[in-house]
């Protein structure tokens, strides 16, 4: 093929054994970051489908996961701010799925946590005796990094919104 004729417009065929080793992996690696495995498979796998949204019992066949699971799994993913869950019209069966831009989302309730982390630690250092000891010298190192950290992710999160936007449209 020419490869100056741009990128190839058939679609590949879905490859379902690589697909789940890509749900497995990624659910794993995110468990090696601290974030739970179970509810890790749930949003990859709600990632890797081409549907809007699966049903609980949809998410356990793909991932082999028993509903008592799945419930956990999903209950933990909307209060992170990841997925949602959405009533099935004349069902009484709910579909979960990705909330648009749930990275961004979830990112930014990551930044709002870090002025909680401030309130603390000013809190601490005052019980402490102040910045002048050591261990209040130690909580405000800690609260000057969070402090940092949330300009920066501010600053990061608006870039990101930019350039999404620049791609996607204002509209997404």
């Known amino acids: 093929m020419d490869s100056s004729a741009g990128p190839d417009p058939r679609p ?68 992170v701010g990841l997925t949602t869950r959405e009533a099935v019209p004349g069902s009484r069966r709910d579909v979960y799925r990705l909330r648009d831009d749930a990275w961004y989302q979830a990112a930014f309730a990551k930044v709002s946590f870090y002025g909680v982390i401030d309130t603390a630690a000013t809190d601490a250092i005052t019980a402490l005796g102040g910045e002048h000891t050591v261990s209040g010298a130690r909580v405000a190192e800690m609260r000057d990094f969070f402090d940092f950290m949330r300009d920066e992710a501010e600053d990061m999160m608006k870039r990101w919104h930019d350039r999404r936007s620049a791609r996607t449209g204002p509209e997404a």
Do not use: C, H, K
């Open 12 to 79: 590949l065929a879905r490859d379902d054994v690589r697909v789940r080793s890509f749900v497995e992996n990624l659910a794993l690696l995110f468990a090696d970051w601290g974030f739970p495995r179970m509810p890790g498979r749930v949003l990859f796998a709600l990632m890797t489908a081409d549907e809007p949204g699966l049903t609980a019992s949809e998410l356990g066949e793909r991932i082999e996961a028993s509903p008592a699971a799945i419930s956990g799994a999903v209950r933990y993913l909307n209060q």
